[in-house]
């Protein structure tokens, strides 16, 4: 469960962890637990991410992990590093998995309101090969 007074790594951590485990229990966090995804995730980021998906091209990979599948190394490995905090706007990099061949990089923004940090966006940070 979110934590209004969670800093905006521990918010990322924390959804992190709780999102992998609903993917590995076989579940699609968006649909199956709309609530919890509300206190981690913007109210019009979650609209933006339905509207693709019910949209004739539809979502080539999970909007969290910029991928179509998870490692299973990333439920246990996920390493959260705040890179700027500015007022109620933050960015942290996130690091899923163990090797530069299971890992996966992101760049997650999230914004501060009333009810504590919340993530607004998702990029992958491309990886030097």
Do not use: C
């Amino acid at each position: 469960m979110a934590d209004a007074s969670a800093s905006a790594q521990q918010t990322t951590q924390s959804f992190y962890s709780w999102y992998l485990k609903r993917l590995s229990d076989d579940k699609v966090p968006l649909n199956d637990n709309p609530q919890q995804m509300q206190q981690y995730v913007t109210q019009s980021l979650i609209k933006s991410i339905d509207k693709q998906a019910k949209s004739e091209d539809g979502l080539d990979e999970d909007y969290f992990i910029k991928s179509q599948d998870y490692d299973d190394s990333w439920l246990t490995h996920i390493q959260v590093t705040e890179t700027a905090t500015k007022g109620a706007s933050a960015q942290e990099n996130v690091v899923l998995g163990t090797t530069q061949d299971n890992s996966q990089v992101l760049n997650v923004t999230l914004s501060k309101d009333k009810d504590g940090w919340k993530i607004t966006g998702v990029e992958i940070v491309p990886t030097e090969q």
